[in-house]
């Protein structure tokens, strides 16, 4: 067992059109290490100035009354769980189409993940959730997957039915809405990743938590920093999940720049869309009307998982970042055997991990680095 990411980043940048855009994003970093140079001198690189400062920042922008910033998304997710008490022998409903660290947090929670099958929007389908609840339920977790927002609407009536928490997975969907409202504002807590691929990121691992209620803030401040109200007096053993002051900073430099990343975003999607949408081959997902989607990832579907592979191949060869997210669902996977889950168990689930397609959707992707790439596209299904 080895770190294989240095050996991913070295291949992630030999391509032409990248999902990695740091360099481009930082170029005026020089402004944050000066930045830096004022956090040095006054010592503070542990939960200092800039973390109240992006915690306020965070609250003006989404318009929320309390927010804790954390180590990570993962940490957001699963301290959100520790603070509605969840333990061993709990269940938390959730999807099988997420990335592994929505798994991972409710399970180094103690509980049980119970998957709900997903829609062609590629979000957990709110009309099986209630199938699904039972007395061990203790928390939902639905996952705003690339950016859109899941149907809220009807997973807060069944939330509000059964008197169970919700976490909102909000990691990719920092500024999407739905009916005009937020993501990670519906629910109990809205969790998101700080990631350096996340459409808000810095040069590491962060995150941050929306909460509704004033007590479940006071537990979190707790909780994020091993439980301690001052130097002296422990309220109760937490965790150490602190966002670091270094890239506090980082954030701050970039929040002032987020609106018009996600303009840009929707800008790329939108000619995506418009040059797949009329390929046989392909599966473009609808857009609703209700609902602000921000593409985190911009996915689309091959019908047939020979083309889907074979395209990949090709756009690879051509010097394009085409990726998939992600394609053995959680349910599937070697850490997930204990549950005993099985093939067929999600079928739309695994109908979509057999089919999508990522493709570079960032800020600095050209118009017409998208019209060469639709051009790619479509020339390899007019030869297959």
């Known amino acids: 067992m080895k770190n294989f990411l240095p050996k991913q980043y070295k291949i992630d940048s030999s391509y032409e059109i990248k999902h990695n855009y740091l360099s481009e994003q930082f170029k005026d970093y020089k402004n944050i290490l000066r930045k830096f140079e004022k956090i040095i001198k006054n010592n503070d690189f542990t939960l200092g100035k800039e973390v109240d400062i992006f915690e306020n920042n965070i609250k003006k922008l989404l318009n929320q009354k309390y927010v804790v910033a954390v180590g990570s998304g993962t940490d957001a997710l699963m301290l959100s769980l520790k603070c509605l008490g969840i333990k061993e022998g709990d269940e938390v409903i959730t999807t099988p189409y997420t990335f592994y660290a929505t798994i991972g947090a409710i399970v180094t929670a103690g509980a049980k993940p119970i998957f709900v099958d997903i829609r062609d929007d590629y979000n957990i389908d709110p009309n ?6 039972t007395t061990k339920t203790k928390a939902i977790i639905p996952v705003h997957w690339s950016g859109k927002v899941c149907e809220m ?3 807060l009536r069944i939330s509000k039915k059964y008197r169970i928490p919700l976490i909102e997975d909000a990691c990719h969907g920092i500024l999407a809405k739905y009916k005009n409202k ?3 504002s ?4 809205g969790c998101f990743s700080l990631h350096p691929l996340k459409n808000l990121n810095v040069w590491g691992d962060g995150g941050f938590v929306v909460i509704k209620k004033k007590k479940y803030f006071n537990k979190m401040m707790l909780l994020r920093n091993h439980g301690l109200e001052g130097r002296n007096k422990n309220l109760l053993f937490g965790y150490n999940s602190r966002l670091d002051t270094l890239q506090a900073c980082v954030a701050n430099h970039l929040i002032k720049k987020i609106r018009f990343i996600t303009k840009m975003r929707i800008k790329n999607a939108n000619k995506f869309d418009e040059g797949l949408k009329d390929i046989n081959n392909i599966i473009v997902k609808n857009r609703s009307l209700d609902t602000k989607e921000v593409y985190h990832l911009y996915e689309f579907r091959v019908r047939k998982k020979k083309y889907r592979d074979k ?3 090709h756009l690879i060869k051509n010097k394009i970042d085409a990726k ?3 394609p053995i669902p959680m349910h599937l996977q070697p850490a997930a055997k204990n549950y005993k889950y099985k093939k067929g168990d999600f079928p739309k689930t695994e109908e979509i991990a057999k089919s999508t ?6 800020e600095f992707v050209k118009q017409k680095q998208i019209e060469k790439i639709t051009k790619i596209i479509k020339k390899f299904f007019n030869e297959n």
């Not at 519906?186 to 807590?189: A, C, L, N, T």
């Open 311 to 313: 395209l990949v191949k």
């Open 153 to 155: 609407k009807k997973i």
């Open 128 to 133: 099986k959730i209630e199938k699904k609840i």
């Open 182 to 184: 937020y993501a990670g």
């Open 324 to 326: 998939i997210h992600y």
């Open 357 to 362: 397609i990522s493709l570079p959707v960032h």
């Open 186 to 189: 519906f629910g109990d807590f």
